[in-house]
């Protein structure tokens, strides 16, 4: 997957200070982001950038 969508996400968590290039694909470097991001946020953990995972990239608190 590819697009601006991806890379404002991206971009997101790497403010958030994550580890993670922005590029606009979403790999599995991107993958292991938003799966280590939902394990730590208690969200259920696919990998998939859905609407809760993308809420928290900009609601939850920074830990």
Known sequence: MR???V???QARMKAR???I???GAYGPASEEVCRAFQREKGLGVD???GPA???AAWDAPVT
């Open 3 to 5: 697009g601006d969508d």
């Open 53 to 55: 995972t993308w809420r």
């Open 47 to 49: 990998g998939v950038v």
């Open 21 to 23: 290039a922005v590029d």
């Open 17 to 19: 200070g994550w580890s």
């Open 7 to 9: 890379r404002t996400w």
